[in-house]
């Protein structure tokens, strides 16, 4: 089976009043795999839950808003699609995909409905939109989403397709995850990855989840194995940066700061983030992310080395260029992230900056 990829369908909405249910209904019926090439369309994975680790990689699930919030989130994203900006364009081409999930769900065509649910993830995935799903609670207490469980399973009784399997599992996956359930979650992804192993978005959201339960060698390898399917996303890339620099953590425990390795395994990561952030657009979430941990890393690299000189003010440089590449990516941000935009990453450079030009 060809490798997964995607096609975003245009999207007219029209009447600042309608209602999110009417929203939904503008939508064209999204293509959640192709054979051609993928359409550029905005960043952080249907955002799953943060890891307990020193920075906070993923945004937390939410379940979803109240149908009045909806609609106001729809409308302001409009307005900003409205006025040129791609990544609420691909943020709303997002939330319009769940919404015709959800009717098709509601109708009882829940082949197309799992389709749709699992193809909003992956819009969402692409630029760290922390958009995880408008999810409909139901009256078990044991299972809130049961209604979405037993969506995919219908899905799967009408098509034993190994992609009807894949996207009952991804949605599936997807519950679990929202309801913090990461071994489940887990479970279900990785079902999902044996049903369509060419599907490099699955492997994402496992390294997600990986990362929800500190599997930071499996999240590297699951990135690698994702950008070797789909080598022109850049969001596997920077999520493969993220697990190393991780794995950077456990560094002291093995040798010291100041070891050639780490210095090389440091400037992987680097060079990792600067691929991410050249490919990507710079009002995303993800790129002054991306920037502020190379500014980050070099810092830790500039206290670890003994270089002096030239050597050093280079990586002084570096940390200087990156902060003020991060604050400008940061004003190109959509306001729809201002959640989310304080990072501790952040936070960090700006106490670093001024140590940094005074070293």
């Given at each position: 089976?060809?490798?997964?990829?995607?096609?975003f369908?245009?999207?007219a909405?029209?009447?600042?009043?309608?209602?999110?249910?009417?929203?939904?209904?503008?939508?064209?019926?999204?293509?959640?795999?192709?054979?051609?090439?993928?359409?550029?369309?905005?960043?952080?994975?249907?955002?799953?839950?943060a890891p307990?680790?020193?920075?906070?990689?993923?945004?937390?699930?939410?379940?979803?808003s109240?149908?009045?919030?909806?609609?106001?989130?729809?409308?302001?994203?409009?307005?900003?699609?409205?006025?040129?900006?791609?990544i609420?364009?691909?943020?709303?081409?997002?939330?319009?995909?769940?919404?015709?999930?959800?009717?098709?769900?509601?109708?009882?065509?829940?082949?197309?409905?799992?389709?749709?649910f699992?193809?909003?993830?992956?819009?969402?995935l692409r630029?760290?939109?922390?958009?995880?799903g408008?999810?409909?609670?139901?009256?078990?207490?044991?299972?809130?989403?049961?209604?979405?469980?037993?969506c995919?399973?219908a899905?799967?009784a009408s098509?034993?397709?190994?992609e009807?399997?894949?996207?009952a599992?991804?949605?599936?996956?997807?519950?679990?995850?929202?309801?913090?359930?990461?071994?489940?979650?887990?479970?279900a992804?990785?079902d999902?990855?044996?049903?369509?192993?060419?599907?490099?978005?699955?492997?994402?959201?496992?390294?997600?989840?990986?990362?929800?339960?500190?599997?930071?060698?499996?999240?590297?390898?699951?990135?690698?194995?994702?950008?070797?399917?789909?080598?022109?996303?850049?969001?596997?890339t920077?999520?493969?940066?993220?697990?190393r620099?991780?794995?950077?953590?456990?560094?002291?425990?093995l040798?010291?700061?100041?070891?050639?390795?780490?210095?090389?395994?440091?400037?992987?990561?680097i060079?990792?983030?600067?691929?991410?952030?050249?490919?990507?657009?710079?009002?995303?979430?993800?790129?002054?992310?991306?920037?502020?941990?190379?500014a980050?890393?070099?810092?830790?690299?500039?206290?670890?080395?003994e270089q002096?000189?030239?050597?050093?003010?280079?990586?002084?440089?570096?940390?200087?260029?990156?902060?003020?590449r991060?604050?400008a990516?940061?004003?190109?941000?959509?306001?729809?992230?201002?959640?989310?935009?304080?990072?501790?990453?952040?936070?960090?450079?700006?106490?670093?900056?001024?140590?940094?030009?005074?070293?």
């Amino acid at each position: 089976m060809a490798a997964m990829m995607l096609l975003f369908t245009s999207v007219a909405i029209s009447g600042a009043r309608r209602t999110a249910s009417s929203l939904a209904g503008a939508a064209g019926p999204a293509v959640w795999r192709s054979s051609t090439a993928m359409v550029a369309l905005p960043s952080e994975p249907a955002s799953v839950a943060a890891p307990a680790v020193r920075r906070s990689s993923t945004a937390m699930v939410a379940l979803p808003s109240e149908p009045a919030s909806v609609e106001d989130e729809m409308m302001h994203l409009q307005r900003l699609s409205d006025g040129g900006s791609e990544i609420a364009t691909r943020m709303l081409e997002a939330r319009i995909t769940w919404m015709e999930g959800e009717r098709a769900r509601k109708t009882g065509d829940c082949r197309q409905g799992t389709r749709l649910f699992a193809h909003a993830l992956c819009l969402a995935l692409r630029d760290g939109d922390p958009f995880s799903g408008y999810w409909q609670t139901s009256s078990s207490r044991v299972h809130p989403l049961a209604d979405y469980h037993a969506c995919a399973e219908a899905a799967i009784a009408s098509d034993g397709s190994s992609e009807v399997l894949s996207d009952a599992r991804v949605l599936q996956a997807l519950a679990y995850l929202t309801q913090r359930q990461f071994s489940e979650a887990f479970d279900a992804v990785s079902d999902a990855i044996h049903a369509e192993p060419d599907n490099p978005y699955s492997y994402l959201l496992r390294t997600l989840i990986e990362g929800n339960l500190n599997m930071w060698l499996q999240a590297e390898a699951d990135c690698t194995l994702a950008i070797s399917l789909l080598a022109s996303e850049p969001i596997f890339t920077y999520w493969r940066a993220i697990a190393r620099r991780n794995m950077l953590q456990a560094w002291p425990r093995l040798e010291p700061h100041r070891s050639p390795a780490f210095m090389v395994a440091s400037a992987a990561v680097i060079q990792d983030l600067e691929s991410f952030v050249a490919r990507t657009p710079l009002g995303s979430r993800r790129c002054s992310e991306a920037l502020y941990e190379i500014a980050i890393i070099a810092f830790t690299i500039l206290l670890s080395s003994e270089q002096t000189g030239a050597a050093k003010k280079r990586i002084v440089s570096i940390v200087v260029a990156a902060c003020e590449r991060a604050r400008a990516a940061d004003a190109r941000r959509p306001e729809v992230f201002a959640g989310v935009r304080d990072s501790d990453a952040k936070r960090m450079v700006e106490m670093l900056y001024n140590a940094t030009i005074l070293a």
